[in-house]
């Protein structure tokens, strides 16, 4: 395995309600994002690796979300048609996720969400999210040998 390019961090939705929206019991959850893209025929060694995270932001008194969004970076990574092991897909995400939060820190600079605290996500819920891809990879590389 090999990572060939790191492309920036990207926010794809950014869903922030007016500041009078946020006074009330706040509660803020933080989910994996973590996908792994088939090859290309421009490119057929190699998959593209996405990873990020999801933050939303529950108003609890009002029963409203008052803030979500989706960060997430994507890496070439040359696999030449093998699934990465989970240690791999492990140390990546640890690395797109360190990446995720600074970006996501300079975007909320000037915002009410400056000031917020967003939780890492959990470790199990990045062992779930690392199995589940490692699970569909090999699926897909079945399919591809048995046709």
């Not at 939705?13 to 946020?22: D, M, Q, T």
């Not at 803020?28 to 932001?57: A, H, M």
């Not at 969400?113 to 819920?125: G, T």
Request: charged residues 20%.
């Amino acid at each position: 395995m090999e990572a060939l390019e790191i492309y920036e961090p990207q926010v794809d939705n950014w869903e922030l309600k007016p500041v009078n929206e946020h006074m009330g019991y706040l509660k803020t959850q933080t989910n994996i994002i973590l996908g792994l893209s088939p090859p290309t025929p421009e490119r057929p060694d190699c998959i593209y690796f996405n990873g990020g995270f999801r933050v939303v932001e529950y108003n609890i008194t009002t029963n409203k979300i008052i803030f979500q969004t989706d960060c997430v970076q994507t890496i070439t990574v040359r696999n030449n048609s093998q699934c990465p092991s989970k240690d791999y897909l492990h140390g990546m995400l640890e690395i797109m996720i360190d990446n995720c939060f600074r970006f996501f820190v300079k975007k909320a600079e000037g915002t009410i969400m400056q000031n917020a605290i967003i939780p890492p996500p959990s470790l199990q819920n990045k062992l779930a999210a690392i199995e589940d891809a490692v699970l569909k990879w090999n699926a897909f590389l079945k399919d591809i040998r048995d046709s």
